[in-house]
């Protein structure tokens, strides 16, 4: 079965700290995994996403993600984490053999304490 | 640009009810999409559409429908609701020309509880 796996259900940093966010999944073939975010009351938001090319992605706020194509992970991180940076984390895999369904991790809760 | 909208925000509904989920966009994304997100767990597939009158059965359709007859409206039918329909629902659409590199962009979210 097709599965995101995000091991931590909460991380603890303190600001000015870096940060990181464990995913690894378990999807057919050469998956596309994706990183959201979701501030309270709202819907979820792009990060970034692994297509091709260099494994370290960046994306928005400063954060980036590392891809492992041998240990199916992609981890989010960020080298010095900001209290605005507190959200509910998202790794979504992007199914290679129907690119209209996404396999979601069950959400990370970053805490980042000033 | 509102983006992806969803009405309403919160509803309670009594067992065996109906109601209809509403989601609109006004980026003319191809794509829409609708989810749910269960406490702890991640967002699970409901419904798909890749474009007015196409659409597809995502991971976990029964007790939906959907239909899609314009590009900016996709609404979600609950027929007869159940407890284990109690959920946060999110829809999310996509532009749909960039094959693996689309980008979903997601609704604020519906907060359903049937009891």
């Known amino acids: 079965a097709q599965s995101v796996a995000q091991p931590e259900d909460q991380v603890n940093v303190a600001e000015g700290n870096p940060l990181t966010v464990k995913c690894t999944y378990s999807v057919s073939g050469n998956p596309y995994p994706f990183w959201y975010v979701q501030y309270p009351n709202r819907g979820l938001q792009f990060l970034l996403k692994y297509i091709t090319g260099d494994n370290l992605v960046k994306g928005s706020y400063g954060f980036e993600a590392e891809f492992n194509k041998s240990q199916t992970s992609f981890h989010l991180k960020k080298p010095s984490a900001l209290v605005s940076d507190s959200a509910l984390y998202f790794c979504?895999?992007?199914?290679?053999?129907?690119?209209?369904?996404?396999?979601f991790g069950s959400g990370t809760k970053l805490n980042v304490k000033p | 640009n509102a983006g992806v909208t969803q009405t309403p925000k919160f509803r309670i509904l009594k067992i065996g009810q109906s109601m209809t989920l509403q989601c609109a966009q006004d980026?003319?994304?191809?794509?829409m999409y609708w989810y749910r997100q269960d406490p702890g767990m991640g967002l699970k597939l409901i419904y798909y559409s890749v474009g007015a009158g196409i659409t597809d059965k995502g991971e976990v359709p029964n007790g939906y429908n959907v239909s899609r007859s314009t590009t900016e409206d996709f609404p979600l039918r609950l027929e007869l609701a159940a407890p284990s329909q109690t959920s946060v629902y999110f829809c999310a659409s996509s532009p749909g020309l960039a094959g693996v590199a689309d980008t979903q962009y997601f609704g604020p979210g519906t907060r359903l509880t049937v009891l």
């Open positions: 980026m003319n994304h191809n794509y």
């Open positions: 979504a895999v992007r199914d290679p053999r129907n690119f209209n369904k996404f396999y």
